[in-house]
């Protein structure tokens, strides 16, 4: 008889879900007991339950304030699971205005067949700064162990009328999440599911009447809704009506987001409601229209003082950027010579934001700011010098990638200089970037570049060149082991990483950059030049001594000629994908391999030349060998020219890389004369 097990497990969950006590701190003794996921049995962690709420409360006087309320209940199964006891909130304080943030939570075990509970301390909750307008609201629960339950429950009150996304999976299961908003009338959302996401849920509406009453005050009155104020006549006691808009959602077996390799952000294929705040509807006036565009988006930051008063700002820089710029002559030397000058000037102090906190002049004066106050000051000095620049908007890899147009969108903010109808993209927070070369937090698929006029455009952030990579090897077999010379050169952005992991180390934390892959494999004489450097290239160079690279079989010598370089694991084992396929940048990896034919021996056989290439030009690779005068020669290319490859040309990049790790395993065979 067949059985359908997936079915068994989805009804026992549900039934399990039915029968849960939610409420907060009644954790049973079966939610401790449980080992595993029933349905995803190789997840580290379950989220036994979550809840979200949000309403908006009127006070007289004061107008509405939202509420939200959070609780989360989830289930630890392993050491990794343990990382579900670390959160963090993210809420608004820039000092002035805030949100309030209040918190409790227990951690459960069971010992002795009893159940043992353990408080959040004020110990384990701290803040820390995020930006000048947000900070991170952070705990960590405690008595952790493979077993426990935590939960916990956060509120936090807010001024603001905008609704934060709300999260409907993560990367463990939800075995149910239950979310229920009530919004007065005058607050109006476009809702919707995030696009990119594989799951997606409908919100149920009901609605009722809210009767407010009011005390009696002297003079003309005023009713706050949100940050809007309109006359009324509630200048003596009565009641005022609006109409409560309740949205309902109750979902049971959340299936976690699911991890593949060579993501950009995971986060921006989760499932979540994502809520634009559309429309005012003043009850006492006309309704006002607040869902933007894009280019209305970027026109009104452009339209703010603090933004644009940082680049028309150029009297405290003019002079030592006159000097500067003494022997730079073309467009190219002056963006480098700029570029150069504002990283060696202003640090920058791990905070984003595309509005300064310090002030360019501050920021110049001190040597410390923001990205805004570090690249607009970028922008400020290269129109200075006769460039036509631009600021570009960004929203870092961490933010994600906006749904619709909303200020919110951006976190970032760049140069753009525009050449002979050429864009040169500029980050000055970076001591390693370059012209056209940023930070990776910064190359999150295209910004928005706009001009004083109120006009924009999206501009690529990806690199448009090829990054290079070029190894050369030289090995020789002797009696007990392999000797391998190695110097390889490394451009781009493989210079760049390189110079961010290892620039100001010791040369023994440089030499675990080498990769051996499982091979046994001792390194000397390692020295890498250039490291501090911000030339397009630098280069490593080392000494490689082996046992376990030449096995000998019935006198027969056996040695892969790629030696430790080789890819011997495909890391795309799916049958299929989901998300685009992220490479970063475009990029171009040679190894030239010189082996030695051992004293005494003559090549039995070679590994087969190969070509292998990806449609519409987006990769090759490139495997040829042959046999010279007292050596054997190896030329092997691997080629990938566009950053992002859509799911639907998943199986052909599979393919290839199956192609690689298959090739890469061969052998030469040296057998005696």
């Known amino acids: 008889m067949k059985f359908n097990y997936t079915l068994f497990c989805l009804l026992f969950v549900s039934t399990v879900v039915q029968a849960q006590n939610f409420k907060y701190g009644k954790v049973s003794k079966a939610e401790l007991a449980e080992k595993s996921n029933a349905s995803y049995p190789e997840a580290d962690a379950t989220v036994l339950y ?103 429950e956060y509120v936090i009150e807010s001024p603001f009328r905008s609704i934060n996304d709300i999260d409907l999976q993560y990367t463990i299961p939800i075995n149910k999440e239950v979310v229920e908003l009530k919004v007065p009338e005058f607050y109006v959302y476009n809702i919707q599911s995030n696009p990119k996401a594989t799951v997606a849920y409908n919100f149920e509406t009901d609605s009722k009447t809210i009767e407010l009453n009011f005390k009696a005050r002297s003079g003309v009155g005023s009713a706050n809704y949100g940050s809007y104020n309109s006359n009324n006549s509630a200048t003596e006691a009565g009641t005022r009506t609006y109409k409560e808009i309740k949205y309902s959602l109750d979902e049971s077996n959340i299936p976690p987001l699911k991890t593949e390799p060579f993501v950009d952000n995971l986060w921006n294929y989760q499932g979540r409601s994502i809520w634009e705040f559309a429309m005012f509807n003043n009850p006492n006036g006309i309704p006002e229209n607040v869902a933007k565009s894009w280019s209305a988006v970027t026109k009104s930051i452009y339209d703010s003082e603090d933004f644009v008063s940082q680049i028309k700002k150029s009297d405290y820089y003019e002079n030592d950027l006159q000097t500067v710029l003494a022997e730079a002559t073309s467009p190219e030397q002056k963006m480098a010579t700029i570029l150069a000058f504002v990283k060696n000037k202003v640090k920058w102090n791990k905070y984003v934001g595309y509005y300064p906190d310090n002030g360019v002049k501050k920021a110049y004066k001190e040597g410390l700011g923001n990205t805004a106050d570090i690249n607009l000051m970028l922008v400020s ?120 992991e290892y620039a100001g180390t010791a040369n023994e934390a440089q030499v675990k950059s080498v990769d051996t892959g499982s091979e046994a494999v001792e390194i000397s004489e390692y020295e890498a030049k250039d490291v501090m450097s911000v030339k397009e290239n630098m280069s490593v160079s080392y000494t490689a001594t082996s046992n376990s690279l030449v096995e000998e079989i019935a006198g027969d010598l056996y040695v892969s000629p790629m030696l430790f370089f080789a890819q011997t694991e495909n890391p795309f084992k799916d049958s299929s994908r989901i998300y685009p396929i992220f490479f970063e940048y475009p990029r171009s990896e040679k190894y030239n391999v010189s082996i030695k034919i051992p004293e005494g021996y003559k090549v039995k056989s070679l590994p087969e030349a190969i070509k292998a290439n990806l449609a519409n030009n987006t990769g090759s690779y490139t495997y040829l060998v042959k046999e010279a005068p007292g050596i054997v020669q190896l030329a092997v290319s691997l080629d990938i020219n566009t950053p992002i490859v859509l799911p639907q040309d998943y199986e052909y990049v599979k393919g290839m890389f199956s192609q690689i790790t298959e090739k890469e395993k061969e052998k030469i065979v040296f057998t005696k004369l």
């Open 50 to 152: 979550r809840e979200y709420n949000v309403e908006f409360f009127y006070k007289q006087d004061e107008g509405f304030s939202q509420k939200r309320t959070v609780h989360e209940r989830i289930k630890i199964y392993t050491k990794e699971g343990a990382e579900w006891a670390n959160q963090t909130v993210v809420t608004y304080d820039n000092g002035g205005t805030r949100e309030t943030f209040d918190l409790k939570g227990v951690t459960y075990n069971l010992e002795g067949g009893s159940i043992k509970k353990q408080k959040l301390q004020k110990s384990g909750i701290f803040e820390e700064r995020r930006n000048k307008y947000r900070k991170n609201n952070k705990f960590t629960m405690p008595d952790i162990r493979p077993g426990s339950v935590i939960e916990y």
């Open 381 to 500: 000095m290269l129109q200075n010098a006769g460039l036509t620049t631009y600021p570009v908007l960004v929203s870092t890899k961490e933010n994600g990638i906006p749904v619709y147009p909303t200020l919110e969108g951006f976190n970032y903010v760049v140069a753009a200089v525009n050449e002979n109808g050429k864009y040169y993209i500029l980050d000055a927070t970076d001591p390693f970037s370059n012209v056209n070369l940023l930070p990776e937090r910064a190359m999150n698929w295209q910004g928005r570049l706009i001009r004083p006029d109120g006009t924009s455009d999206w501009v690529g952030l990806y690199p448009g060149y090829v990054s290079k990579k070029l190894t050369y090897v030289q090995a020789e077999i002797n009696q007990e082991d392999i000797l391998v010379k190695v110097r390889e050169r490394k451009g781009g952005h493989f210079a760049k990483q390189y110079r961010k």
